[in-house]
T-cell receptor, first 111, second 111 residues
Framework: GESVGLHLPTLSVQEGDNSIINCAYSNSASDYFIWYKQESGKGPQFIIDIRSNMDKRQGQRVTVLLNKTVKHLSLQIAATQPGDSAVYFCAESPSARQLTFGSGTQLTVLP | SAVISQKPSRDICQRGTSLTIQCQVDSQVTMMFWYRQQPGQSLTLIATANQGSEATYESGFVIDKFPISRPNLTFSTLTVSNMSPEDSSIYLC????????FGPGTRLLVL
């Protein structure tokens, strides 16, 4: 079946550096993509989303890039802070409804 | 964004018993979703709950095991029936808005 996967299960970065978290998806019908952050003991928190008619979208310290040709999604976090330490999930959907989640990347920010 | 609460936040249950999880949202929403997150894993959609109709279950999930109620536009319940240790997971509800927002989750341990 269709699936969404992440290239790197763990990522460690120095505080202040930029982080890049990658995600591959296989459903070519996907129209909507979301990045979530999940801290320990909490539910997923929306970070940023992008629709398939866009290649790039920027938020506060975060940028999502979408490459539909190779079905690849990435999340860039600028000037990574200790509070960014969490598990990051990508999710995809033909709409904003039934989401298919990737396996997650644990981001650790080193002092 | 919607504010979503879940009760209980966590529970420890004996095998063979059932637990009903409540999800309350602070605004009226058409679609609510229930997800399962097994230990150390990603989220998997259990079912979609629309007010006034039967829930729609994903492959691998059945109504007898996970009955869902959706009595109004701000509330839903998920029951985990005849529990076994394999049901130990985080159960999350989410709602559709500008994007999909998640509640804090219910952490269930079945002994």
């Amino acid at each position: 079946g269709e699936s969404v996967g992440l290239h790197l299960p763990t990522l460690s970065v120095q505080e202040g550096d930029n982080s890049i978290i990658n995600c591959a998806y296989s459903n070519s019908a996907s129209d909507y993509f979301i990045w979530y952050k999940q801290e320990s003991g909490k539910g997923p928190q929306f970070i940023i989303d992008i629709r398939s008619n866009m290649d790039k979208r920027q938020g506060q310290r975060v940028t999502v890039l979408l490459n539909k040709t190779v079905k690849h999604l990435s999340l860039q976090i600028a000037a990574t802070q200790p509070g960014d330490s969490a598990v990051y999930f990508c999710a995809e959907s033909p709409s904003a409804r039934q989401l298919t989640f990737g396996s997650g990347t644990q981001l650790t920010v080193l002092p | 964004s919607a504010v979503i609460s879940q009760k209980p936040s966590r529970d420890i249950c004996q095998r063979g018993t059932s637990l009903t999880i409540q999800c309350q949202v602070d605004s009226q929403v058409t679609m609510m979703f229930w997800y399962r997150q097994q230990p150390g894993q990603s989220l998997t959609l259990i079912a979609t709950a629309n007010q006034g109709s039967e829930a729609t279950y994903e492959s691998g999930f059945v109504i007898d095991k996970f009955p869902i109620s959706r009595p109004n536009l701000t509330f839903s319940t998920l029951t985990v029936s005849n529990m076994s240790p394999e049901d130990s997971s985080i159960y999350l509800c989410s709602v559709e808005g500008e994007t999909q927002y998640f509640g804090p989750g219910t952490r269930l341990l079945v002994l």
